[in-house]
Each structure stands twice: as structure tokens, then as C-alpha cells.
């Protein structure tokens, strides 16, 4: 054959291959091309790619050509193990000019009727010094039809496409099962069991919150700042149908006011904005997932009005674009300003709160739930405990102080300060001495002098009781008598406080 045309063939071929190997990561689909690619530049009879296995330490065929799925199931060597074993072992290349006149060819595959006259390439496909499989081919020679040093050639170079592919393919993987790794501990982590509140409010809240998870209504979360807004709209998420799919914030308080709307819709590459490269925006990142708007008060009127259009009409431009892009993301916003008086204010858009307002989710400050607060203690307690390895406790006088203090900065401060009790504890056991002075002044002193009326008091004490009750209940699997005794209650004392506090068999 002319040479040039060979070359030719050999180049197209190559590219050709170079192209399959790029197209994805399906291992299975993208070798198979290439040995079938290989099959028509080679005119091979059959060919395989034979991949190490880390653990077994055997070499498997992952691809093949001409032969059937039972020949390939038999197709399995060990390191050293015939023809294919040894190149693996060696690292070098073999030709077998007639696999009928060579004994350490075994035929394992046993897909050769025919072995005279056939001859045997087999090329190790490694990166760096690091082998990591074969690829073979048979195929028979004659005067006219191609030869040996050719093939060598560019099944060297389609082998060593294949290594890069392989070890992308392996990282490919690797970051797949980590990813899934990771997903299901967001899955867990926001799951409606670690947020706490046994409270009428809170538990309303809860609700709402597990009816509109399974949704794709937009949610609007209120509340002052540590109540748990990005924890519920992270939630949300996590307990929905696309918690597979992105979650993604913005904080539009962070962004500088020119920057927002790049960030949000993206730019187009070669718009007039002079970008280089396309950027994408949240939103389209958010894809299926769920786009949060945190501190959506903060956001400027000129913008207000394109997030309305996109809230209406549910799609939008890249910057430097005049092409539509649809949203398919769920929005969840947030804010800890009260919109409504923003709205008076003109500070906030009328259409586009009405817009966002479909669900509102309106998170209660601390200070109103104060039955709350000896369960948030404990559940930080045991979570920072188990984080630094102590098994430091508070005693009742701590807590009846915690339980009395009026939480400004909410669950966050709460958590803050437990972790840092936590640490700094020299003991097992926090008194009310050990607590900060100026966390046990703003108790004694609070800031609407109500909260020291005698009626408020007793409201918090018996808060304090009733989660007491709560959670004594759910330690002992809802056994009332050993909960009672656990309290030290009779079972008749307890049942009369469940009665007046309107705890139900399932402690709510
Ligand atoms: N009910 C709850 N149970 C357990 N942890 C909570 C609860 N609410 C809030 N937290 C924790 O308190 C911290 C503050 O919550 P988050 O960041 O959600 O508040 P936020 O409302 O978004 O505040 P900001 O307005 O300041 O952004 C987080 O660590 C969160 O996990
Ligand atoms: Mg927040």
C-alpha cells in the first residue's frame, strides 16, 4: 500500500480514537469504539483491552472486538500469566509472528479455531512507569497488507490515549463516590431531626416546612439573625426531590452592588463587556437544584426589578446575551429585615415581595420559645462534646440561667457559647458561676423589664418542665413509668402534667 496513504489512514484513525476517548466517561462504550475503530485501520480479527484490577490483582478484558461475551468472560490472566501476563509484567511489547508455533500463547479466551498463519500484538497501557493494562490484536499478515513496526506504532500511541483515559476515568469515578459520599451526609445532616424545637410555634413551623419540602412553591423565610433561616432553606433542600441536584446561595448582602447581577445571570464570552471566557450565573448553576437569595432586603431596586421579571417569567439572559435561558431552579429567600416595613419604606418592591411571599416561613426569635432552650443545650452539648472529646455538663442553676437569658444573636449565639463552654470547661460540671458576667447581667437585668415579672417566670419554668417531660419521654421509648421515674415523678404526677401541658402520645 502506498505509504502516504497509509499515513494517512493512520492519522485519521488516531484522531478519530483521540475523539471517541473524550466523548464521555462511559469506560465500557468509549473502548469498545476504539477496539472497533482499531478493528477497521488494523483489519484485525480480534482485539481486546485487558485492565489490571488493583485488588484481585487480575487482568480482566474491559473491551473487545470479535469475540463473544462468553469468550470474554474467560478471557482472565494473572501478572506473569501467559503472553498477555508477561507484558504486563515486563512493561514491553510482544509480537507473536504465528501464535500456532508458540507454546506460551494459552488461548484462555479459546476464540481461535484457526491459530496458524495468525500473528499477536500486544502493547502494555501504562502512564509514567505505572502499567496499567494490554491491549492486543490479532491479525494476519500479508505481503500487502500493512506491517508490523506500523501497527507497533500506533497501537503505542492508541495505548497511551488509553492510560489518560483510564486514570481520568479512575479520578472520574473516585470524585463520583465521594461526591455520593458526601450528598448523603448533607441528606443527613439537614434532615428535620437535628433541628430542634418542641415548641407550638416551632413544631408549626416544622410543618410547613416538611408539606412544602416535597414542592417547588418559592419560599420566603423571616426572622432575625441565628434563627435558622439558611439551616431550613438548606434543609428544604436536602429533604426534596432534587437534593441531588445543587445547592446554591448567594448572599447578596456580600456582593458588591455592581457584581450582583453578573453573579446572579452570568456573562456571555465576547459580549461587550469584554469577557473572555462565558461565566455562568447562580442561577444556572442552581440548574435543577435550588437557588437560596439570602439577605434578599439588601438586594438594590434596579435590581429588584430584573429578579422580578425572572420570577414571573422564569427565565433570563446571560449578561452580553440576548438568548432566553429557562429556570428550572426552586427559590427559597431570606431576610432578617421586616420587608413589609421595607416596602412602606420604598426601599423594597410591593410586586416583587408579593412575588416572593408564596410561602412565608417566619422563624420565631429564642426568647419566645424558651422551653427550647434547655434543648438546644443539650443538643450542642453532645455534639461539641463529641467534637473535642470532653464529657462536660451543665448543672441546673446553669441551666435555669441560659434558660433565662434573652438571646440576641438567637440559636448561633447559643451554639457559640456552648462550644466555647465546652473547651474552656476546667471541670466536668458548668455552674452558673462559670457562665460569661455579661451573658448572666443581660438575665438579671433583660432588656424589656417584663421578662422578670412573676408570670413570665413561671411561663419559662414551666417551658422548662414541659421539654423536660418531652424529652424524657422519647429516652424512654414513650414508657411512661420509666420516664416518670427518671424525673422522679409518679406515673400519676407525670400524666397529669402531660394532660396540662398537652403532650400527646407522640410527646407533641
Ligand atoms: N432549630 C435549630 N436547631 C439546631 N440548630 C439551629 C437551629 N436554628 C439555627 N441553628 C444553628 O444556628 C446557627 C445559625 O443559623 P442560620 O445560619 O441558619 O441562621 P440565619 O437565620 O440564617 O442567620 P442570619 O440572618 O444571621 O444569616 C447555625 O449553626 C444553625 O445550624
Ligand atoms: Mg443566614
Given at each position: 500500500m502506498d505509504r502516504f496513504i497509509r499515513k494517512n489512514q493512520e492519522l485519521s484513525a488516531i484522531l478519530d480514537i483521540s475523539r471517541v476517548l473524550t466523548s464521555s466517561f462511559d469506560l465500557d462504550k468509549n473502548l469498545n469504539a476504539v477496539m472497533e475503530s482499531l478493528a477497521g485501520q488494523?483489519?484485525?480479527?480480534?482485539?481486546?483491552?485487558?485492565?489490571?484490577?488493583?485488588?484481585?490483582?487480575?487482568?480482566r478484558i474491559v473491551a473487545a472486538y470479535g469475540l463473544t461475551p462468553e469468550e470474554i468472560r474467560r478471557g482472565k490472566y494473572r501478572i506473569g500469566e501467559g503472553i498477555v501476563g508477561q507484558v504486563i509484567e515486563s512493561g514491553q511489547p510482544m509480537f507473536i509472528p504465528n501464535i500456532g508455533a508458540e507454546p506460551k500463547f494459552l488461548n484462555r479466551t479459546d476464540s481461535r479455531p484457526q491459530k496458524s498463519g495468525v500473528s499477536f500484538l500486544c502493547i502494555p497501557i501504562g502512564l509514567d512507569s505505572h502499567i496499567m493494562g494490554v491491549i492486543s490484536v490479532d491479525r494476519i499478515y500479508t505481503e500487502e497488507r500493512g506491517n508490523v513496526d506500523d501497527d507497533l506504532r500506533v497501537l503505542?500511541?492508541?495505548?497511551?490515549?488509553?492510560?489518560?483515559?483510564?486514570?481520568?476515568?479512575?479520578?472520574?469515578?473516585?470524585?463520583?463516590?465521594?461526591?455520593?459520599?458526601?450528598?448523603?451526609?448533607?441528606?443527613?445532616?439537614?434532615?428535620?431531626?437535628?433541628?430542634?424545637g418542641e415548641a407550638p410555634s416551632f413544631q408549626h413551623i416544622l410543618k410547613s416546612v416538611r408539606k412544602v419540602a416535597t414542592t417547588d412553591t418559592t419560599v420566603l423565610l423571616l426572622g432575625e439573625s441565628g434563627t435558622g433561616k439558611e439551616l431550613i432553606a438548606q434543609t428544604l433542600h436536602y429533604q426534596s426531590s432534587r437534593s441531588k441536584e445543587p445547592f446554591v446561595a448567594v448572599n447578596m448582602a456580600a456582593l458588591p452592588e455592581n457584581l450582583i447581577e453578573a453573579e446572579l445571570f452570568g456573562v456571555e464570552k465576547g459580549s461587550f463587556t469584554g469577557?473572555?471566557?462565558?461565566?455562568?450565573?447562580?442561577?444556572?448553576?442552581?440548574?435543577?437544584?435550588?437557588?437560596?437569595?439570602?439577605?434578599?432586603g439588601e438586594l438594590p431596586?434596579?435590581?429588584?426589578?430584573?429578579?422580578?421579571?425572572?420570577l414571573q417569567e422564569r427565565k433570563f439572559e446571560r449578561i452580553g446575551s440576548s438568548e432566553s435561558i429557562p429556570v428550572y431552579a426552586r427559590i427559597v429567600a431570606a431576610t432578617n429585615r421586616n420587608l413589609l416595613e421595607e416596602v412602606k419604606k420604598g426601599n423594597f418592591r410591593e410586586d416583587l415581595y408579593w412575588r416572593l411571599n408564596v410561602v412565608p416561613v417566619d422563624l420565631p426569635p429564642l426568647r419566645d420559645r424558651v422551653e427550647d432552650v434547655?434543648?438546644?443545650?443539650?443538643?450542642y452539648m453532645k455534639k461539641f462534646n463529641g467534637m473535642y472529646g470532653r464529657c462536660v455538663r451543665l448543672d441546673p442553676e446553669a441551666i435555669g440561667q441560659l434558660t433565662a437569658y434573652r438571646w440576641p444573636g438567637n440559636v448561633r449565639k447559643l451554639a457559640n457559647?456552648?462550644?466555647?463552654?465546652?473547651?474552656?470547661?476546667?471541670?466536668?460540671?458548668?455552674?452558673?458561676?462559670?457562665?460569661?458576667?455579661?451573658?448572666?447581667?443581660?438575665?438579671?437585668?433583660?432588656i424589656p423589664p417584663i421578662s422578670v415579672d412573676a408570670l413570665n417566670l413561671g411561663r419559662e419554668i414551666e417551658g422548662l418542665e414541659r421539654s423536660r417531660i418531652i424529652k424524657a419521654l422519647k429516652d424512654n421509648n414513650g414508657v411512661q413509668q420509666q420516664a416518670a421515674r427518671s424525673l422522679g415523678f409518679t406515673p400519676r404526677q407525670l400524666g397529669y402534667r402531660m394532660k396540662k401541658y398537652g403532650i400527646g402520645l407522640r410527646y407533641d
Amino acid at each position: 500500500m502506498d505509504r502516504f496513504i497509509r499515513k494517512n489512514q493512520e492519522l485519521s484513525a488516531i484522531l478519530d480514537i483521540s475523539r471517541v476517548l473524550t466523548s464521555s466517561f462511559d469506560l465500557d462504550k468509549n473502548l469498545n469504539a476504539v477496539m472497533e475503530s482499531l478493528a477497521g485501520q488494523l483489519e484485525m480479527q480480534r482485539g481486546c483491552v485487558f485492565l489490571l484490577n488493583h485488588i484481585s490483582r487480575e487482568l480482566r478484558i474491559v473491551a473487545a472486538y470479535g469475540l463473544t461475551p462468553e469468550e470474554i468472560r474467560r478471557g482472565k490472566y494473572r501478572i506473569g500469566e501467559g503472553i498477555v501476563g508477561q507484558v504486563i509484567e515486563s512493561g514491553q511489547p510482544m509480537f507473536i509472528p504465528n501464535i500456532g508455533a508458540e507454546p506460551k500463547f494459552l488461548n484462555r479466551t479459546d476464540s481461535r479455531p484457526q491459530k496458524s498463519g495468525v500473528s499477536f500484538l500486544c502493547i502494555p497501557i501504562g502512564l509514567d512507569s505505572h502499567i496499567m493494562g494490554v491491549i492486543s490484536v490479532d491479525r494476519i499478515y500479508t505481503e500487502e497488507r500493512g506491517n508490523v513496526d506500523d501497527d507497533l506504532r500506533v497501537l503505542s500511541i492508541v495505548a497511551s490515549f488509553i492510560a489518560q483515559f483510564v486514570k481520568l476515568w479512575e479520578h472520574f469515578q473516585q470524585a463520583e463516590q465521594e461526591c455520593g459520599n458526601l450528598r448523603s451526609q448533607l441528606k443527613e445532616k439537614f434532615n428535620l431531626s437535628n433541628i430542634i424545637g418542641e415548641a407550638p410555634s416551632f413544631q408549626h413551623i416544622l410543618k410547613s416546612v416538611r408539606k412544602v419540602a416535597t414542592t417547588d412553591t418559592t419560599v420566603l423565610l423571616l426572622g432575625e439573625s441565628g434563627t435558622g433561616k439558611e439551616l431550613i432553606a438548606q434543609t428544604l433542600h436536602y429533604q426534596s426531590s432534587r437534593s441531588k441536584e445543587p445547592f446554591v446561595a448567594v448572599n447578596m448582602a456580600a456582593l458588591p452592588e455592581n457584581l450582583i447581577e453578573a453573579e446572579l445571570f452570568g456573562v456571555e464570552k465576547g459580549s461587550f463587556t469584554g469577557a473572555t471566557t462565558r461565566r455562568l450565573g447562580r442561577f444556572e448553576m442552581a440548574h435543577h437544584g435550588t437557588i437560596f437569595l439570602d439577605e434578599i432586603g439588601e438586594l438594590p431596586l434596579n435590581l429588584q426589578v430584573k429578579l422580578l421579571r425572572v420570577l414571573q417569567e422564569r427565565k433570563f439572559e446571560r449578561i452580553g446575551s440576548s438568548e432566553s435561558i429557562p429556570v428550572y431552579a426552586r427559590i427559597v429567600a431570606a431576610t432578617n429585615r421586616n420587608l413589609l416595613e421595607e416596602v412602606k419604606k420604598g426601599n423594597f418592591r410591593e410586586d416583587l415581595y408579593w412575588r416572593l411571599n408564596v410561602v412565608p416561613v417566619d422563624l420565631p426569635p429564642l426568647r419566645d420559645r424558651v422551653e427550647d432552650v434547655p434543648l438546644l443545650l443539650d443538643f450542642y452539648m453532645k455534639k461539641f462534646n463529641g467534637m473535642y472529646g470532653r464529657c462536660v455538663r451543665l448543672d441546673p442553676e446553669a441551666i435555669g440561667q441560659l434558660t433565662a437569658y434573652r438571646w440576641p444573636g438567637n440559636v448561633r449565639k447559643l451554639a457559640n457559647l456552648v462550644e466555647r463552654l465546652v473547651i474552656m470547661a476546667e471541670q466536668d460540671v458548668i455552674t452558673g458561676e462559670d457562665l460569661p458576667f455579661n451573658l448572666v447581667s443581660l438575665t438579671q437585668k433583660p432588656i424589656p423589664p417584663i421578662s422578670v415579672d412573676a408570670l413570665n417566670l413561671g411561663r419559662e419554668i414551666e417551658g422548662l418542665e414541659r421539654s423536660r417531660i418531652i424529652k424524657a419521654l422519647k429516652d424512654n421509648n414513650g414508657v411512661q413509668q420509666q420516664a416518670a421515674r427518671s424525673l422522679g415523678f409518679t406515673p400519676r404526677q407525670l400524666g397529669y402534667r402531660m394532660k396540662k401541658y398537652g403532650i400527646g402520645l407522640r410527646y407533641d
